[in-house]
């Protein structure tokens, strides 16, 4: 899955223009994945990036491979059919918040709790930004946005939470500003074996104002060095924060993936000898 | 003496209807019989009334019949419930529990009190009652006995020892105590044939679509659909493939999307209400021209309406679902056998036409096990057009050909690259919301429909070429219909009948040209709103004065022949 050539990144380039927002966090998410892939030599041909709808989910029209720009919220059940029926394929699931965790919410909740062989990334801006700026499940309480003209009545959720609580066997939190941070912990979610969960906040310059991305550069922090990553309480600790966005690895746990429990179906299911078609039409046999 | 019996048996959940029933069936297909099963329940999980009908014949079944010749009934209230669903004919046999006495309106039948109940105790075997029931029916009306009790063996060989044999000791002590019982009625004849299968629509369906090379099914389990994924989960990881069941349609048919962009052949099962959730993915499908075949079984709609009983009223959401304009293609099965027909056929379209197609069936066929001979379940199988090298150098997904369809890549193949899109999109699959583009791949997604409207075998026509009435009916309706149109013409009327199996695109041309050759029209349907008049009124020129008459009513209870020939017969009197 990995080439016997190198590509740099500008090569995972594709010659389509993004039509993001300048300043868009979302600019440095795709530098990063473009270092990401290209430090993992990962076969352009043999790597899908699947997205929803959203500002984010434009993101596989930009990369250099196979793209797929799904429906709203739907991102995870096709990348989860693609990486069952092609196994060896390189699978990448993109998007917003508002795509992975309202819309999409329940699919984050199976996909996570299958713990299918899939990496995914949140562009997490807080706002919906396509829709040009309405409360995200993901915007604080009480923040005024067009949809919310006397301040948000709901609580916001942070979506790292939901992925540890989901069962998700990988969770990361990265901050876009940081290219170099983010892109290692791209390479390490999709490196992971299993579901790779990776909330990237993601700042919207047009719906949450300039002061977004100053205000999260000034709040981000690594996480501690003695964090321990298979602890999930000590995970949980770090999610929901309003001073600080930690950023880092916040769990991980070797468990087996999707894939391995399909494989052991396959082995159980053959060991009941070799099938033919006369096999299968025995079934409806009268004598 | 009779060449074709139907027998019926009425009880509680647990009183074991519907397993002698099948017992019963295996039997008489063992035999070489045709056999037609149907069940029928209430919406209770475990309890509530159930009853299930079996018709036999040395002739090929075209339909359940009209009314029941033999009838075995546990409880009358639980009869009661299935009120204008099960008729007993007039000179109908009724074996009745002893203990529940028959209520006056059933005096003028022939009635017959049996203890079941006290049978099974007897026999040492209380659970047993159905399986006394059926020794009883053995001895009656001239049943194979020795069939059923190797079909007993084979139905219960997984359990233990004393389940075997406390059956066949109430079956025994039935066709024993039934010796005694002195009742004029049909008794079946017939020559023994070579054992035939037994099959459901819904197996027919999971059967065809291993044969046509699905690989991947993703599904939500959703009544009366779900023994699809029941059967490819036990089988496809036999195979090589994959069976997921997802967290609900939405997943499962965005699974099957993305498992045949992947390049393997994908399909999802539901019903009505999954259909519905399912119905801005088939656009997606639709848009990004990716195969996929999703099989949908009719139940009485709308909402949660009946899921256990057949309706005909998906048509109109399968022919438009989904916003915009959507090409798709929708395939209608009238039988168990063309269940397989219909799925393999589906595929192939599918395959080679990059689009989706909708298999729509309904429960009285899908959850109906019926009698086939192996070699009727064949059908050729067609495979994609991947791209070839040559189309990979300057690949264009969305290439703009004459027949509409684009040679396709698949992830994995270098140079194939390309995004696709549930966005409007150019040649390369670059998004554009540009008029010129829209139009022109509107036009491209469409074309591929001209072609599937020409292909052979996709309607089927009963009766003379030329008749004073025509009949135009669809799906599960043909069997009822041709029935009554052999028996309408066996007796002097003039009457033939139409039954597309492709839908959507509705093959126009021969539609038009069966109504050109009929003085009247009859349209029959399974749908109180007559979506499929409605749908005709919309794609051909049916006659117009008072010429085209419809038979629509709601589902619930199976197309009786004879509603249909009453409805033919007010016709021709009017004409007269």
């Known amino acids: ?287 | 003496m009779t060449r074709d019996l139907t027998l019926a048996i009425v009880g509680s959940g647990g009183d074991g209807a519907v397993v002698a029933g099948d017992i019963l069936s295996m039997a008489c297909a063992a035999e070489g019989l045709h056999v037609m099963k149907t069940e029928a329940y209430g919406p209770q999980i475990r309890g509530g009334e159930s009853s299930c009908t079996v018709r036999i014949s040395t002739e090929p079944i075209l339909a359940q019949a009209d009314a029941i010749d033999a009838l075995v009934v546990f409880s009358w209230d639980d009869f009661a419930r299935f009120a204008s669903e099960i008729t007993p004919a007039p000179d109908a046999t009724i074996l009745y529990e002893a203990a529940d006495s028959a209520p006056e309106s059933f005096s003028a039948f022939n009635l017959v009190p049996v203890a079941f109940g006290d049978l099974a105790r007897e026999a040492n075997a209380p659970k047993n009652k159905n399986i006394a029931a059926l020794g009883v029916m053995c001895q009656i009306f001239d049943l194979p006995a020795a069939p059923v009790r190797l079909a007993m063996e084979r139905r219960f060989g997984k359990k233990a020892a004393e389940v075997i044999e406390s059956n066949l000791r109430a079956f025994d002590h039935g066709i024993e105590a039934a010796r005694s019982i002195k009742v004029s009625t049909k008794r079946l004849v017939y020559e023994r044939a070579e054992p035939k299968l037994l099959m459901s629509g819904n197996e027919a369906v999971a059967v065809a679509a291993i044969d046509a090379g699905c690989r991947f099914f993703a599904g939500y389990p959703i009544t009366p659909s779900s023994e699809v994924l029941h059967f490819l989960g036990e089988w496809l990881p036999r195979i090589g493939g994959t069976c997921l069941q997802t967290e609900d349609e939405l997943a499962a048919i965005g699974a099957v999307v993305g498992g045949s962009f992947a390049g393997v052949k994908s399909m999802t099962a539901t019903s009505g209400p999954g259909l519905s959730l399912m119905a801005e993915m088939i656009g997606l499908a639709s848009m990004a021209e990716v195969p996929a075949v999703v099989y949908n079984v009719q139940r009485g709609g709308p909402s949660t309406g009946i899921p256990t009983k057949s309706e005909q009223s998906d048509l109109m959401h399968a022919v438009y679902a989904s916003h915009g304009d959507t090409p798709r293609v929708v395939i209608a099965c009238s039988d168990v056998e063309d269940s397989y027909h219909a799925t393999v056929e589906a595929f192939n379209i599918a395959e080679e036409f990059q689009v989706p197609v909708i298999v729509l069936s309904d429960q009285s066929i899908a959850q109906c096990r019926e009698t086939l001979d192996a070699g009727s379940l064949t059908h050729p199988v067609h495979d994609r057009r991947v791209a070839t090298p040559d189309e990979l150098s300057e690949y264009r997904r969305y290439r703009v050909t004459e027949s509409g369809v684009s040679p396709m890549s698949i992830p994995g193949m270098a140079g194939g690259m390309y995004q696709t899109n549930g966005l409007e999109h150019d040649e390369q699959g670059r998004p554009s919301s540009m008029f010129i583009t829209h139009e022109r791949m509107n036009a491209k997604r469409y074309r591929k429909l001209e072609a599937i409207a020409g292909r052979d075998g996709l309607v089927r026509r009963y009766g003379p070429a030329k008749a004073d009435l025509g009949i135009i009916c669809w799906g599960s309706s043909a069997g009822p219909v041709r029935l009554a149109v052999e028996q309408l013409n066996a007796s002097g009327a003039s009457v033939a009948a139409l039954v597309p199996q492709m839908i959507v695109p509705l093959p126009k041309a021969q539609i038009q040209s069966f109504i050109d050759g009929c003085r009247e029209i009859l349209i029959v349907e399974l749908s109180y709103s007559q979506q499929f008049h409605h749908y005709l009124r919309a794609e051909v020129d049916l006659p117009r004065g008072g010429a085209t008459q419809v038979h629509a009513r709601s589902g619930g209870k199976a197309l009786t022949v004879s509603e249909i020939i009453s409805a033919v017969e007010s016709r021709l009197e009017v004409n007269v």
């Not at chain 1, 919220?73 to 196994?87: D, E, N, Q």
């Not at chain 1, 990553?229 to 746990?253: H, I, K, M, P, W």
């Open chain 1, 1 to 287: 899955m990995s080439c016997e050539f190198t590509y740099t990144a500008n090569e995972y380039k594709s010659d389509l223009k993004p039509v993001w927002c300048a300043g868009c966090g979302d600019f440095a998410v795709l530098n990063s994945v473009y270092r990401a892939l290209a430090d993992l030599h990962l076969e352009p041909h043999e790597t899908v990036v699947i997205s929803g709808i959203g500002c984010s989910s434009r993101l596989p029209g930009y990369v250099e491979s196979y793209g797929f720009n799904s429906l709203h919220g739907r991102a995870l059940p096709i990348a989860s059919g693609v990486k069952l029926a092609a196994p060896a394929l390189n699978v990448i699931a993109v998007g917003g918040d508002g795509d992975g965790i309202a819309i999409g919410g329940n699919h984050f909740l199976h996909a996570a709790r299958r713990n299918v062989d899939i990496a995914y990334f949140i562009m997490d801006n807080e706002i919906y930004g396509l829709t040009k700026g309405q409360a995200a499940p993901t915007t604080p309480l009480g923040d005024k946005t067009k949809s919310t003209t006397y301040g948000n009545p709901e609580t916001g959720i942070d979506p790292c939470a939901l992925a540890i609580s989901f069962g998700a066997s990988w969770v990361g939190r990265a901050f876009s500003g940081d290219v170099k941070g983010t892109t290692e912990l791209m390479k390490a979610a999709i490196q992971h074996h299993g579901f790779a969960f990776l909330n990237i906040i993601s700042p919207c310059v047009t719906w949450r104002g300039d002061h977004q991305a100053k205000e999260i550069r000034a709040k981000t922090k690594l996480l501690p060095q003695d964090h321990d990553v298979a602890d999930r309480q000590a995970a949980l600790r770090y999610t929901n924060e309003s001073e600080t966005v930690t950023t880092g690895v916040l769990y991980t746990v070797d468990r087996p993936s999707l894939l391995d429990e399909m494989a052991g179906i396959a082995g159980k299911a053959q060991r009941r000898g070799v099938t033919t078609r006369a096999d299968i039409l025995k079934v409806f046999a009268s004598a």
